[in-house]
C-alpha cells in the first residue's frame, strides 16, 4: 500500500464513522478498522515491507489514523449512547434513593425562634465574644468581689482577668458601652461553667440575654408582659408564667421566670418535680450601679434584662428528657427531631 492509499483509507474510514446510524454499526467499524484482524493492526503489521526509506512517513500517517479513528468512534459512541439514554438508563419501577437529610438542631432552632419573635417585639440581635474580662462578666454587673460565682472551682479561668463567660449578661454591658440608651437587644450565646454534667447540667451551655433601657420609664410590668408574650409564640397558648423573687447583682429588683409544665399543663408530674412549673429565665429591672459602670446616668434611664436557658427551653419544647442528647450527636435521637 502506498502512502496515498493509506491516507484514502484514513478518509474513507472517518466517512463510514460519521455515515454510522447507530451503536450496532459503530461497533462493526471498531471491529473492523480496530480489531484483532482489523484494518490498522494488519497495516502495523505490513510495515517491514515497506521501503526503508518511506517507512518513517508511513509509519507517522499510520499513527495520525489510529489516533483520529479512535477520537471519532469515542465521539460518535458517546452520541449513540445520549441519544439511546432516556430509554435505556430510565427505569420506573426502580424504587428511589434514599438521601439521608440533615435538620436544624434543636439549639440553633430555639435561638432563631427566639430571636424572630424578639424581633417582632423590636428587639435587634447584638453579639458579643465567648472569652470575656472580668470587668465585662463580673465588675461591670456589680458582682462583689468575693462573690463565690468567681470562683475557680465555678468559672474557667485564663488568668487573673480573662475567662470563658459565665453568662451571655456581659453583652448588657458592651452594648451599653458602645450604644445610648434606648437599646433594645436580645443575644443569644454559649455560656461556660464549671459544672458536673448531669441530666439538666452541662459545662457548656446556651443563654438567650434581653436587655431593654430607654429614657422613658420602664417598669416590671413591661418586662412581665414581654415574658408573656414571648412564651405564648414560644409554646402555645395556654402557656402560664409566674414570677417569683430573686437575687441578682445586677437587677434590682429581681426574679427568676417560670413557665407551666409543658407535660402536665401544671398538675404536678415527673417532669416539673410536681410543682407544675418550670424555671425559664432570670430577670430583673436593671440595677443603678450597673447604669453607673457603663456611663448612663442612672436618674434618666429605666429598663430591665432577662437572660434565659436556651437548652431549658428546647428540652420542654421538643420533650427531651436528658440535656447530654443536645451535644451527643447519636444519630438514633437526632433522627427523631425531623
Ligand atoms: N445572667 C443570669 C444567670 O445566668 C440571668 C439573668 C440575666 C438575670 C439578666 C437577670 C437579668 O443566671
Redesign the pocket.
Known amino acids: 500500500m502506498t502512502l496515498q492509499e493509506l491516507q484514502q483509507e484514513h478518509a474513507a474510514s472517518l466517512a463510514a464513522l460519521a455515515a454510522a446510524g447507530d451503536a450496532a454499526a459503530l461497533d462493526a467499524l471498531r471491529v473492523k478498522y480496530l480489531g484483532r484482524n482489523g484494518l490498522i493492526p494488519a497495516m502495523v503489521k505490513r510495515m517491514k515491507d515497506v521501503p526503508a526509506a518511506d517507512r518513517p512517513a508511513f509509519g507517522k500517517a499510520l499513527g495520525a489514523w489510529r489516533a483520529a479513528f479512535e477520537a471519532a468512534l469515542a465521539g460518535r459512541v458517546a452520541e449513540a449512547q445520549a441519544a439511546e439514554a432516556p430509554h435505556a438508563a430510565f427505569d420506573v419501577t426502580l424504587p428511589g434513593r434514599w438521601r439521608g437529610e440533615g435538620v436544624i438542631h434543636p439549639v440553633s432552632r430555639v435561638i432563631e425562634e427566639c430571636a424572630e419573635i424578639f424581633h417582632r417585639l423590636g428587639f435587634s440581635v447584638a453579639d458579643g465574644p465567648d472569652i470575656e474580662n472580668k470587668f465585662n462578666n463580673f465588675t461591670a454587673l456589680n458582682t462583689a468581689p468575693h462573690h463565690p460565682s468567681m470562683d475557680a472551682s465555678d468559672t474557667f479561668w485564663f488568668d487573673a482577668e480573662t475567662l470563658l463567660r459565665t453568662?451571655?449578661?456581659p453583652v448588657q454591658i458592651r452594648t451599653m458601652m458602645a450604644n445610648p440608651p434606648p437599646v433594645r437587644i436580645v443575644n443569644p450565646g454559649r455560656c461556660y461553667r464549671r459544672d458536673t454534667t448531669d441530666a439538666t447540667h452541662s459545662a457548656n451551655f446556651h443563654?438567650i440575654?434581653g436587655l431593654y433601657v430607654d429614657t422613658k420609664p420602664v417598669s416590671l410590668a413591661d418586662l412581665k408582659s414581654t415574658l408573656a408574650y414571648f412564651a405564648r409564640e414560644m409554646m402555645g397558648p395556654g402557656i402560664g408564667v409566674r414570677f417569683r423573687p430573686h437575687f441578682?447583682p445586677?437587677?434590682e429588683p429581681?426574679v427568676e421566670v417560670d413557665f407551666t409544665c409543658h407535660v402536665c399543663k401544671g398538675k404536678g408530674c415527673r417532669v416539673c418535680k410536681n410543682s407544675g412549673w418550670i424555671e425559664i429565665?432570670?430577670?430583673?429591672m436593671v440595677d443603678p450601679r450597673v447604669y453607673e459602670h457603663v456611663g448612663y446616668d442612672p436618674d434618666k434611664v429605666y429598663g430591665y434584662?432577662?437572660?434565659m436557658g436556651v437548652e431549658r427551653i428546647a428540652m420542654i419544647k421538643y420533650g427531651i428528657p436528658d440535656i447530654r442528647f443536645l451535644y451527643e450527636n447519636d444519630i438514633r435521637f437526632l433522627s427523631q427531631l425531623r
Do not use: C, I, K
Open positions: 453568662q451571655t449578661s443563654q440575654e441578682f445586677f437587677t429581681s429565665a432570670g430577670a430583673g434584662a432577662f437572660g
